[in-house]
């Protein structure tokens, strides 16, 4: 890589950082406000000198708990800090997290389990829901809907 690149790169991602632990301090809390707040500030700081549709190489993912049915979280594609990409992956986010929020998202531990919450039916909907918007998440950026389903099938 060179290096203006990357040291212009590590200065957005560090304001990022700032700017985000401020507000969380301050007791902005909230996934979907995490999300806007997480937008609005990556954009900001990509427009103080950058075009705000040019490709910086920075990524990010979000991720969805899944353990109780495949033993980890679930990641969304990567997507470019873009206004294009930011919307994507919100996107993508909401529909996780929507199909997710069938069952209990909260903690769990052995005493409060996802078993003891919810009956086999609940949990068995839950996981179609989130693994047919996990799949559709991949397959609309390109990825092989039936080489995604695979992978998650050997998770189970």
Same mark, same amino acid.
């Given at each position: 890589s060179h290096l203006p690149t990357v040291l212009g790169q590590l200065e957005v991602l560090l304001?990022?950082?700032?700017?985000?632990?401020?507000? !969380?301090?301050? @007791?902005?809390?909230?996934? !979907?406000r995490h999300w806007q707040l997480f937008q609005s500030?990556? +954009?900001e700081e990509v427009?103080? @000198?950058? /075009?705000?549709?040019? /490709?910086?190489?920075?990524?990010?993912?979000?991720?969805?708990p899944a353990k109780f049915w495949v033993g980890k979280v679930l990641q969304t594609p990567r997507f470019a800090v873009t206004s294009e990409g930011l919307e994507q992956g919100l996107n993508a986010w909401r529909r996780l997290v929507?199909?997710?929020? %069938?069952? &209990?998202? @909260? &903690?769990?531990?052995? &005493?409060?389990? %996802?078993?003891?919450? &919810? /009956?086999? @039916?609940? %949990?068995?909907?839950?996981?179609?829901c +989130?693994? !047919?918007?996990? +799949? /559709?998440?991949?397959a609309e950026v390109g990825h092989d809907r039936g080489k995604v389903a695979r992978h998650i099938k050997a998770l189970e």
């Open positions: 304001s990022v950082q700032r700017r985000t632990q401020a507000f !969380e301090a301050a @007791g902005w809390s909230g996934q !979907e500030i990556l +954009l427009a103080k @000198g950058l /075009d705000a549709e040019q /490709d910086l190489g920075i990524r990010f993912v979000a991720h969805v929507k199909a997710r929020g %069938l069952v &209990h998202t @909260g &903690h769990t531990n052995r &005493h409060t389990s %996802l078993r003891l919450r &919810h /009956d086999p @039916g609940q %949990l068995e909907e839950a996981w179609c +989130l693994r !047919e918007a996990y +799949l /559709d998440v991949w």
